[in-house]
């Protein structure tokens, strides 16, 4: 069982950046690859970007590429998204998920077992 607990959203102008933390209870936390998903209003939660156990293989979303990124400190069981040159596109919630493997197979919500309460990030133009 993995707990997790987002933190770090906010309002921003567009082309600022944000930090989001998303901390882990549970001695499996270090084995689950973790991912960050989005929700819009009125639209379908969607992935953002993904990261195996151990940080060695990772994947974005084409809309955040070159924009975010994804980064875990296992020892403090805590998964990051350094958010730059944001959007008023990239509003939404953002949610992350922890898998029960450790590597990424998938992209898809289903795919994760474990969820955050999620955190607003509101990006003004």
């Known amino acids: 069982q993995v707990q997790l607990v987002e933190s770090g959203g906010g309002l921003m102008q567009a082309g600022g950046s944000l930090t989001l933390s998303c901390t882990g209870s549970?001695?499996?936390?270090?084995?689950?690859?973790m991912g960050w998903f989005r929700q819009a209003p009125g639209k379908e939660r969607e992935f953002v970007a993904a990261?195996?156990?151990?940080?060695?293989?990772?994947y974005y979303a084409d809309s955040v590429k070159g924009r975010f990124t994804i980064s875990r400190d296992n020892a403090k069981n805590t998964v990051f998204l350094q958010m730059n040159r944001l959007k008023p596109e990239d509003t939404a919630v953002y949610y992350c998920?922890?898998?029960?493997?450790?590597?990424?197979?998938?992209?898809?919500?289903?795919?994760?077992?474990?969820w955050g309460q999620g955190t607003q990030v509101t990006v003004s133009s």
């Open positions: 990261i195996s156990s151990l940080g060695g293989t990772i």
């Open positions: 549970g001695r499996t936390f270090s084995m689950s690859a």
């Open positions: 998920a922890a898998r029960r493997s450790s590597i990424i197979s998938t992209m898809e919500v289903d795919g994760y077992s474990y």
